[in-house]
């Protein structure tokens, strides 16, 4: 089992940065396809981006594609989340999870979930 703890998350300007980090522990993550998903409030969940176990296959909503940017780093345990150019509408909680059950977007082939970490983007 692995527990997920997600940091990095505050208040900014819109067109502003933030980093997520997410870190593991309990198992190393190499094993794991490590996904972003968030939440805003009144809506549902949404997959956010997916990396594959060694990080050379990445895989973006549409809302964030060519903003955000998800790596990992198996040697710490740690996944990240870099977000650039942030919108009001990026406003939501922000969870990192891990699969075991292949290179997905779909939130329910996840087995672990972070605590998340609330991004909020203000004009």
């Known amino acids: 089992q692995v527990q997920l703890v997600e940091s990095g998350g505050e208040l900014v300007q819109t067109g502003g940065s933030l980093r997520l980090s997410c870190a593991a522990s309990?198992?190393?993550?190499?094993?794991?396809?490590m996904g972003w998903f968030r939440q805003a409030p009144g809506k549902d969940r949404e997959f956010v981006a997916t990396i594959n176990l060694s990080g050379s296959n990445t895989y973006y909503a549409e809302s964030v594609r060519g903003r955000f940017t998800i790596s990992r780093d198996n040697a710490k345990n740690t996944v990240y989340l870099q977000m650039n150019s942030l919108k009001s509408e990026d406003t939501a909680v922000y969870y990192c999870a891990a699969s075991r059950r292949g290179f997905t977007m779909q939130g329910d082939r996840y087995d672990y979930w972070g605590q998340g970490t609330q991004v909020t983007v203000s004009s």
């Open positions: 309990g198992r190393t993550i190499s094993i794991y396809v």
